[in-house]
């Protein structure tokens, strides 16, 4: 019997229903599982990650321009008539919102020599790219050696006269660059690795880079990357009191206005208003970086192939125009990592009405055996909970239920972790609160070879490839096209998945009050109930965004049941809370907020910028002792202060912010209302005016 719209009995019915869809079975439509798996090949997606890391993909420079034209031509080739790049400038003035722009860059080749105590050739830029510290300058230079430690702190260099030598350091070449060469007048640097992949493999070469400010381009000197084995025996000689003299020769290196440019294509759905969806990689990154993130780029051009394959059928001409058997529209964006990310959503501020989810492939390839890796499933943050999460979950499982071979992939088994958010990519930008994109990410870890000379394609697996391609995919089409049976379906894990965390933030709150001292057990009682006020905020968020799927009726009055299931769960938690105070024992909390409680109420802020905060920016606008704080060991972590950021809203007080991230885990009340009023003082946030507009 169809039940009545708004009636008691048909919004039972329908939860009811939702929550028996497809019990036993996987989300992913049946229709799509066959040609999905038949049609994506992960040893062509290994053709284009060959293809792909000849080329030195330093942003805003003529090597990752190449590779963009590979990927532009190949979709054109594939039959992808929209396909196109968009450009911007990059000249280290230019600002993407809070984010700066690199510079461009070229060069010829490079060689660093020893010439005392002995004569020979530390390394060649044309053997391997990474030896040269991206964005060194042109430099004839022989000159003695210097070793600074790390390189990285000033109090280092106290007592070492630099000006004019090259200096030998273990950190980043760019830290070390800008202490030695710009700030100390060095003529340039040698740095090496010295963690624990060094020691097990001491001819492994890091990539660093210079990364200048525009007003920086003309103090930038050279810098070379050796491995271990190499800067041990240069450290060596100068500790047994030996000269070391050195000759550096870059040729044709060059910084000059660049530009950023990032490939689109899309697969037309048959509904143009209907929001899309979109599958991202970066591109850059220097020869070979094959897994970082030739992998990501190469499975984005395979999945364009086989949708097309799968949503024309051979039969059909590829013509432009046809109408797609997709309800949305599947688009695909290569960027160039952060800078590029955040050039391109500033020039497309209705990228977050326009689209509905997104999925991030960054170093997707990985051989499982060789690196004792495992696919990263990453949620969307807490700030911005989704269906995208067990959608995402279910699809991973799925192939994970799939024997995936390939003629030259490896046999090890399917090995995965579904993680909370960290940031670290292109999701950071779709995710965060002034676009609102949710997007999830897949990654590898660990993987010893990431940012070094041995990530090439030999550690690249089509298996692991075609199973990455499998998740991201499967995720895309099934939101393409799904019907209200479907919906309902996505709705019952979504719920049943809320109730299960809700869940989970009870039991830890319990556990936190049984923990606590008798003494502090009311307050630590009190800090438990803004926990799971703030759980319930969360997981009734995550709940509704169904509803963007498929805002149906039917799918709305089932959410009103699970809505209402879930606010009872909360209400028998707070029961719960109660009655474990009671029987443990404590003095009760005060109703009365703190004055620390207060004065975060009466913090209420919006956002005055759109993509996340660049942390270097933020602090530049800070007094030195106040941005000093950002940098000790007191500091919010980078996600959470993303994820406080994500959460201003113009509504939202100090207080609400603190509550909303307590489900997460332990957060200070004082970290989160230092972290607002500092971004507010560097105008990065501003006040909100009771009577005033506060829009962006």
């Known amino acids: 019997m169809k039940p009545e719209a708004g009636s008691r009995g048909g919004v039972v019915a329908l939860l009811l229903l939702a929550s028996s869809l497809g019990a036993d079975e996987f989300l992913l439509a049946p229709h799509f599982r066959g040609p999905l798996v038949r049609e994506l090949s992960g040893e062509l997606a290994k053709e284009h990650v060959i293809a792909i890391s000849r080329h030195h993909r330093v942003q805003a420079s003529p090597g990752y321009w190449d590779a963009a034209r590979y990927v532009l031509e190949t ?13 911007f400038k990059s000249d280290g003035f230019v600002r993407y919102q809070t984010w700066p722009s690199p510079v461009g860059w070229r060069v010829r080749d490079a060689e660093l020599w020893v010439l005392e105590p002995e004569e020979r050739l530390l390394c060649r830029y044309s053997e391997v790219p990474m030896s040269l510290v991206t964005l060194s300058r042109s430099a004839f230079a022989t000159a003695p050696l210097v070793d600074v430690g790390t390189g990285e ?10 000006r004019g030598k090259i200096v030998l350091a273990t950190g980043y070449g760019g830290t070390v660059h800008r202490e030695a060469v710009i ?27 210079m990364w200048p400010t525009g007003e920086e381009r003309e103090q930038v000197g050279f810098g070379f990357n050796l491995g271990r084995r190499d800067g041990e025996r240069l450290r060596g000689w100068l500790r047994a009191g030996k000269t070391v003299t050195l000759r550096a020769h870059v040729d044709g290196g060059e910084l000059f206005d660049g530009r950023l440019e990032v490939v689109t294509a899309s697969l037309p759905g048959s509904e143009p208003d209907a929001a899309e969806l979109l599958l991202i990689a970066h591109l850059d990154h220097p020869k070979e970086s094959a897994n970082d ?49 955040m050039a391109w959503v500033n020039a497309h501020p209705e990228l977050g009405q326009r689209t509905l989810a997104a999925v991030n492939l960054d170093m997707v390839g990985e051989d499982l055996e060789r690196l004792h890796s495992a696919l990263q499933v990453v949620r969307t943050p807490a700030s911005l909970p989704s269906f995208l999460n067990d959608l ?9 239920s799939l024997d995936v071979r390939s003629p030259r992939g490896g046999a090890s088994r399917f090995n995965y972790r579904i993680v909370p958010y960290q940031g670290g990519s292109d999701h950071m930008m779709l995710n965060d ?58 709705l019952s894990r979504v719920g049943n998945g809320a109730l299960a965390r809700l869940a989970e933030t009870a039991d830890r709150t319990a556990r936190r009050v049984t923990d606590a001292e008798t003494s502090a057990r009311g307050g630590v009682a009190r800090l438990m109930r803004r926990a799971l006020e703030g759980a319930l905020e969360r997981e009734l968020e995550g709940l509704a965004s169904v509803l963007a799927v498929r805002p149906s009726s039917a799918v709305a009055r089932a959410f009103e049941g699970f809505r209402e299931r879930l606010q009872a769960a909360h209400v028998g938690a707070l029961g719960q809370l109660d009655e474990l105070l009671r029987t443990l024992g404590g003095p009760a909390a005060p109703d009365e907020p703190t004055p620390e409680e207060a004065a975060a109420v009466a913090l209420t802020l919006h956002r005055a910028t759109r993509g996340p905060i660049h942390q270097e920016f933020f602090l530049s606008r800070l007094a030195p002792e106040r941005a000093a704080f950002y940098r000790g060991a007191a500091a919010p972590d980078p996600d959470l202060l993303y994820e406080i950021v994500n959460l201003v809203n ?47």
């Open 392 to 400: 995402v979950a279910d699809l991973t499982r799925w192939v994970d």
């Open 433 to 490: 609160g002034a676009l609102r994109i949710p997007t999830v990410m897949l990654s590898h870890a660990p993987d010893f070879t990431h940012h070094t000379s041995l990530d090439t394609p030999d550690f690249v697996d089509p298996v692991e490839l075609k199973r990455s391609m499998l998740i991201a995919l499967g995720t895309a089409v099934h939101l393409s096209s799904l019907d209200d049976q479907d919906g309902l379906r996505l």
């Open 75 to 87: 979709l054109k080739a594939q039959g992808f008539f929209d396909a196109r790049i968009e450009g």
């Open 183 to 209: 700030r100390r007048g060095a003529k340039g640097v040698v740095c090496f690795l010295d963690d624990e992949r060094a020691h097990e493999r001491p001819d492994l070469v890091q990539y660093t880079g």
């Open 650 to 696: 113009g509504k939202r007080s100090a207080l609400a912010i603190r509550d909303r991230l307590l489900a997460e885990g332990p957060v200070e009340l004082a970290i989160v209302t230092r972290t607002l009023t500092d971004l507010r003082d560097a105008g990065l946030l501003h006040e909100v005016v009771a009577g005033k507009g506060n829009g962006r």
């Open 293 to 341: 993130n030739a992998s990501g780029s190469a499975a984005l051009l395979e999945m364009a192939r086989a949708l097309r394959r799968i949503a024309y059928s051979d039969k059909l001409p590829a013509l432009p125009g046809r109408p797609s058997p997709l309800r949305r529209t599947i688009r695909f964006v290569w960027v160039p990592e952060w800078f590029g990310t």
């Open 153 to 162: 702190a000033a109090a280092e260099y106290e007592g070492k006269d630099v």
